[in-house]
């Protein structure tokens, strides 16, 4: 982005080209991986696993102990601990 930027005004950055950086705050809900992707929507498996595909979360699906199942969420890891 080095010689791109052109003007940065409370957080939003403007430039002359085809790159753009857009902040973000990650959003979890302590519910299953698979129910923070939908998100509420209907499960549609074809639609679901073009998701998975394109964002390329197979590998990380294939080394979590329930897979999209696993529930995560900024609780979760306290919750396990108090389980073992």
Do not use: K
């Not at 005004?9 to 085809?18: A, E, F, K, T």
């Not at 753009?20 to 299953?32: C, F, G, K, P, R």
């Not at 073009?50 to 529930?71: F, K, N, R, S, Y």
């Amino acid at each position: 982005m080095h010689g791109y930027a052109a003007v940065v005004v409370q957080h939003v950055m403007c430039l002359q080209g085809s790159v753009a950086y857009v902040a973000q705050q990650a959003w979890i809900q302590n519910l299953s991986l698979r129910d923070n992707i939908l998100f509420g929507a209907p499960y549609d498996e074809e639609r679901y696993h073009t998701v998975i595909e394109a964002c390329a979360l197979q590998p990380d699906l294939d080394i979590l102990p329930a897979g999209d199942m696993t529930e995560i969420g900024e609780n979760v890891h306290q919750q396990y601990l108090l389980q073992s």
